[in-house]
């Protein structure tokens, strides 16, 4: 069974910088595509960044310059460093893989999510 375990969520202040974490485990042969989404309060969840097993990668205009994603294929794991943080960053931020191949073929897999908070 695949699971996806996030950390390094917290309380940060506007200006500040986090850097999360997301290890896939499991018996994983390969993970397509690896990302970011966050969900604010009393908004839809939306996507932040992702990138391929190549290392394409794609991010939302309001995260562009400020935040970075990398990724570690022998690790299955994906890292999002957010720096200059601002209030609007706040919110709970989810881990996926997407077309993670495994004996029963690929699938889909979320994580449980991780608060991020930006205020003075």
């Known amino acids: 069974q695949v699971q996806l375990v996030e950390s390094g969520g917290g309380l940060v202040q506007p200006g500040g910088s986090l850097r999360l974490s997301c290890a896939a485990s499991?018996?994983?042969?390969?993970?397509?595509?690896m990302g970011w989404y966050r969900r604010a309060p009393g908004k839809q969840r939306e996507l932040v960044a992702t990138?391929?097993?190549?290392?394409?990668?794609r991010y939302a205009d309001s995260v562009k310059g400020r935040f970075t994603i990398s990724r570690d294929n022998a690790k299955n794991t994906v890292y999002l460093q957010m720096n200059s943080l601002k209030p609007e960053d706040t919110a709970v931020y989810y881990c996926?893989?997407?077309?993670?191949?495994?004996?029963?073929?690929?699938?889909?897999?979320w994580g449980q999510g991780t608060q991020v908070t930006v205020s003075s």
């Open positions: 990138i391929t097993s190549g290392g394409i990668t």
């Open positions: 499991g018996s994983i042969f390969s993970i397509n595509a």
């Open positions: 996926n893989a997407r077309g993670v191949y495994t004996i029963v073929g690929p699938s889909d897999y």
